[in-house]
Protein backbone atom coordinates (compact mmCIF):
# COMPACT_ATOMS: atom_id res chain seq x y z
CA UNK A 1 0.00 0.00 0.00
CA UNK A 2 1.11 3.62 -0.26
CA UNK A 3 0.71 5.05 3.12
CA UNK A 4 -0.52 8.89 2.97
CA UNK A 5 -1.11 8.85 6.79
CA UNK A 6 2.48 7.90 9.12
CA UNK A 7 3.63 10.18 11.68
CA UNK A 8 6.54 9.70 14.00
CA UNK A 9 5.29 9.13 17.18
CA UNK A 10 7.78 8.51 19.65
CA UNK A 11 11.73 8.58 20.41
CA UNK A 12 12.51 6.65 23.07
CA UNK A 13 11.41 4.15 22.25
CA UNK A 14 11.12 4.41 18.60
CA UNK A 15 7.76 4.55 16.99
CA UNK A 16 5.57 5.73 14.68
CA UNK A 17 1.53 5.77 13.51
CA UNK A 18 0.37 3.85 10.64
CA UNK A 19 -3.06 4.26 9.58
CA UNK A 20 -4.95 1.43 7.29
CA UNK A 21 -8.21 0.64 6.05
CA UNK A 22 -9.64 -1.82 7.91
CA UNK A 23 -10.79 -4.16 5.20
CA UNK A 24 -7.24 -4.34 3.19
CA UNK A 25 -5.30 -6.35 2.25
CA UNK A 26 -1.99 -4.98 3.54
CA UNK A 27 -4.24 -4.56 7.41
CA UNK A 28 -4.75 -8.57 7.11
CA UNK A 29 -1.27 -9.16 5.96
CA UNK A 30 0.28 -6.49 8.97
CA UNK A 31 -2.21 -8.24 11.74
CA UNK A 32 -1.37 -11.83 10.96
CA UNK A 33 2.54 -10.67 10.80
CA UNK A 34 2.78 -8.36 13.21
CA UNK A 35 5.13 -5.92 11.57
CA UNK A 36 5.51 -3.80 8.84
CA UNK A 37 8.23 -1.90 6.91
CA UNK A 38 7.66 1.90 5.23
CA UNK A 39 9.51 2.54 2.19
CA UNK A 40 10.64 5.68 1.88
CA UNK A 41 10.51 6.65 -1.93
CA UNK A 42 12.80 9.10 -3.94
CA UNK A 43 11.42 12.24 -5.87
CA UNK A 44 12.00 9.85 -9.17
CA UNK A 45 9.93 6.66 -7.99
CA UNK A 46 6.68 7.91 -8.50
CA UNK A 47 5.65 4.89 -11.15
CA UNK A 48 6.14 2.78 -7.63
CA UNK A 49 4.08 4.94 -5.44
CA UNK A 50 0.94 4.70 -7.67
CA UNK A 51 1.75 0.88 -8.33
CA UNK A 52 0.49 -0.07 -4.74
CA UNK A 53 -1.38 3.51 -4.34
CA UNK A 54 -4.67 1.71 -5.51
CA UNK A 55 -7.05 -1.09 -4.08
CA UNK A 56 -6.79 -4.32 -5.20
CA UNK A 57 -4.11 -7.09 -4.70
CA UNK A 58 -0.72 -5.76 -4.01
CA UNK A 59 2.35 -8.03 -4.92
CA UNK A 60 5.68 -7.49 -5.21
CA UNK A 61 6.41 -9.42 -8.46
CA UNK A 62 8.78 -8.02 -10.55
CA UNK A 63 10.71 -5.83 -7.68
CA UNK A 64 14.27 -6.47 -6.15
CA UNK A 65 13.04 -7.20 -2.35
CA UNK A 66 14.50 -7.40 0.46
CA UNK A 67 13.87 -7.38 4.37
CA UNK A 68 15.58 -6.94 7.64
CA UNK A 69 14.94 -7.68 11.37
CA UNK A 70 11.49 -8.73 11.00
CA UNK A 71 11.00 -10.00 7.49
CA UNK A 72 8.72 -7.56 6.13
CA UNK A 73 9.48 -6.53 2.36
CA UNK A 74 12.11 -3.98 1.82
CA UNK A 75 11.99 -2.72 -1.57
CA UNK A 76 15.71 -2.40 -3.10
CA UNK A 77 16.54 1.08 -3.70
CA UNK A 78 14.36 3.39 -1.90
CA UNK A 79 15.66 6.56 -0.49
CA UNK A 80 15.08 4.88 3.28
CA UNK A 81 13.16 2.31 4.75
CA UNK A 82 12.63 1.38 8.64
CA UNK A 83 11.50 -1.60 9.75
CA UNK A 84 8.87 -2.51 12.67
CA UNK A 85 7.51 -4.40 14.71
CA UNK A 86 3.70 -3.70 15.70
CA UNK A 87 3.42 -2.67 19.44
CA UNK A 88 -0.73 -1.63 19.26
CA UNK A 89 -3.10 -1.41 17.12
CA UNK A 90 -6.14 0.95 17.58
CA UNK A 91 -9.46 2.19 16.49
CA UNK A 92 -9.78 4.93 14.14
CA UNK A 93 -12.91 5.30 12.28
CA UNK A 94 -12.72 3.00 9.34
CA UNK A 95 -9.39 2.69 9.72
CA UNK A 96 -6.85 1.26 12.47
CA UNK A 97 -3.91 3.23 13.61
CA UNK A 98 -0.93 0.24 13.89
CA UNK A 99 1.38 1.72 16.08
CA UNK A 100 5.04 0.31 15.33
CA UNK A 101 8.48 0.26 17.56
CA UNK A 102 11.39 0.64 14.63
CA UNK A 103 13.79 -2.24 14.63
CA UNK A 104 16.34 -1.49 11.68
CA UNK A 105 16.21 1.27 9.68
CA UNK A 106 18.36 2.98 6.80
CA UNK A 107 18.67 6.36 5.17
CA UNK A 108 20.47 7.60 1.99
CA UNK A 109 20.77 10.60 0.16
CA UNK A 110 18.50 12.49 -1.86
CA UNK A 111 14.78 14.15 -2.29
CA UNK A 112 11.67 12.60 -1.36
CA UNK A 113 8.95 11.67 -3.16
CA UNK A 114 6.47 13.68 -1.67
CA UNK A 115 2.10 14.23 -2.06
CA UNK A 116 0.48 17.36 -1.19
CA UNK A 117 -2.80 18.76 -1.91
CA UNK A 118 -3.76 15.50 -3.95
CA UNK A 119 -0.76 15.35 -6.26
CA UNK A 120 2.74 15.07 -6.12
CA UNK A 121 5.13 17.87 -5.00
CA UNK A 122 8.85 18.90 -4.23
CA UNK A 123 10.13 21.08 -1.89
CA UNK A 124 12.69 23.92 -2.48
CA UNK A 125 15.45 23.07 0.49
CA UNK A 126 17.49 26.37 -0.54
CA UNK A 127 14.47 29.08 -0.52
CA UNK A 128 16.76 31.84 -1.19
CA UNK A 129 17.29 30.52 -4.70
Same mark, same amino acid.
Do not use: M, Q
Given at each position: MTANAVTSLSLDPPLVLLAVVRDSQSHRQFSEENCFALNILAADQQQLSDRFAYAGPKDFSGLEVT?????? =???????????????????????? %?? %??? %????? /??????????????? /? %???? =? /??
Open positions: SATTGA =PILKGVLGWVDCRIKEILPGGDHD %IF %IGE %IVAGE /SGEGEPLLFFGGKYA /S %INLN =P /SE
